[in-house]
């Protein structure tokens, strides 16, 4: 896949709908960027979030206060 996109002013660049639907890329997520032989590669980072031990299981409740 092949896609066109313009630079703005402050160098920023949109990614187009059927790309971010291929990788599965949503608002917020984080991207690699990476630079290969003169290509600027982009990729989703599968970032782990860290996971907290509570001793005890919590509810929407907990979670919403």
Do not use: H, S
């Not at 290509?39 to 907990?62: C, F, H, N, S, W």
Request: no cysteine; aromatic share 4%.
């Amino acid at each position: 896949m092949v896609l066109k996109v313009k630079v703005t002013r402050n160098y920023q660049v949109t990614i187009p709908a059927e790309a971010r639907r291929a990788l599965g890329i949503k608002e917020g997520d984080v991207l690699l960027v990476e630079v290969r032989g003169g290509e600027l590669v982009y990729r989703p980072a599968r970032i782990q979030l860290p996971r907290i031990r509570l001793g005890r299981r919590i509810t929407i409740k907990d979670i919403e206060e």
